[in-house]
């Protein structure tokens, strides 16, 4: 069944530390996202990609950054983790053309950052 | 700006009661909206978008452009309802696609 895949599931990190959130996808989706989920403030959008070589900002980028490397595969770098971005981290994927504003996500990358 | 408003984080009921989880939102053109539904251990997935006007497990919701509202609503709440529940809007077409921007969440609690 095609899917959306996310690795790790679970990571606890120390502050300062470099971490790589990976996802990778069988749907054959060009359009690749980055949420991340806290409590009481829904999911809000990191990264997004349309295609391997769009890379656009979401509304909170600062202390992320993607890279693209396929159309299958969408990693998420903190390069310098801090306690707040202990959160839910989800990637999504979507075709317009085949199903309209639908989001198809991945289980969801919990990181911890002491 | 777009956005999406769910007043309740918490919301409680009991089997065969209806139940109303509410959202609103604000955006300037013709939006998409959707419910999504995240049930313990699973992932998030799509429940209903407006534009299908279905009823999905016996779940509906109705655009309400004059009070900029899209509530989904059950008549007979089962406790398997018991989930997060997320409103979402995407400006309609094109390059907005995807883009959705989410409400803060409803956690559903359905007791027997």
């Known amino acids: 069944d095609a899917d959306v895949t996310q690795t790790p599931r679970n990571r606890i990190t120390k502050t300062g530390k470099r971490i790589m959130l990976e996802c990778s996808q069988t749907?054959?989706?060009?359009?690749m996202y980055w949420y991340r989920q806290d409590p009481g403030l829904g999911l809000r959008l990191i990264y997004y990609?349309?295609?391997?070589?769009?890379?656009n900002k979401g509304e909170i980028s600062d202390g992320y950054s993607v890279s693209r490397q396929a159309q299958a595969k969408f990693s998420l770098s903190l390069e310098s983790a801090i306690p707040n971005q202990t959160a839910l981290y989800f990637c999504a994927t979507s075709d317009p053309l085949l199903t309209g504003g639908e989001l198809f996500f991945g289980e969801g990358s919990r990181l911890t950052v002491l | 700006a777009q956005r999406v408003t769910q007043p309740e984080k918490l919301l409680s009921v009991f089997k065969g009661a209806p139940v109303e989880l509410k959202c609103n939102y604000s955006?300037?053109?013709?939006?998409?909206l959707f419910w999504y539904v995240q049930y313990s251990r699973q992932r998030l997935q799509l429940l209903l978008r407006h534009i299908s006007r279905e009823s999905i497990k016996g779940f509906t919701a109705d655009l309400n452009k004059g009070e900029t509202s899209f509530h989904l609503k059950k008549p007979f709440a089962q406790e398997e309802d018991s989930a997060m529940y997320y409103c979402?809007?995407?400006?309609?077409?094109?390059?907005?696609?995807?883009?959705?921007?989410f409400g803060q969440g409803t956690i559903l609690t359905v007791h027997p």
């Open positions: 955006y300037s053109g013709s939006p998409e």
């Open positions: 749907k054959g989706h060009d359009r």
């Open positions: 979402a809007l995407v400006g309609a077409g094109g390059t907005s696609y995807g883009k959705l921007t």
């Open positions: 990609s349309f295609d391997v070589k769009d890379i």
